[in-house]
């Protein structure tokens, strides 16, 4: 229950706070900005090892690339309750992934 928790809030960090507004708005059109924002994110799991960083990072990448890229024409076209699907949709394969991870590579 403990590292589920500390999943949770290091990923809400890693996706949110330390996500800038030209990340956000970049990374649906640009994969330098979609790779900074990855970097970024990345960073904060060298606490589980650098597998788990990368790994994450890797799965991250190929999750925001889809979803940023479906989201920034749902938002275009004013399809708030889509978007928002999305995002929740978004955020539940970035938390699956940690959870897989973290069973596979760091949990002994």
Avoid: E
């Amino acid at each position: 229950m403990k590292v589920f928790l500390y999943l949770i809030w290091i990923h809400w960090f890693a996706d949110f706070v330390f996500q800038t507004d030209k990340m956000a708005k970049g990374k649906s059109k640009s994969n330098a900005w979609l790779s900074f924002h990855v970097a970024v994110y990345s960073c904060f799991w060298f606490v589980f090892g650098w597998r788990f960083a990368a790994l994450n990072g890797l799965a991250h990448f190929g999750t925001d690339w889809v979803t940023s890229r479906i989201t920034s024409r749902l938002w275009a076209k004013a399809r708030v309750h889509d978007f928002f699907v999305i995002i929740g949709l978004d955020q539940a394969i970035h938390m699956t992934t940690l959870l897989l991870t973290y069973q596979w590579l760091v949990r002994p």
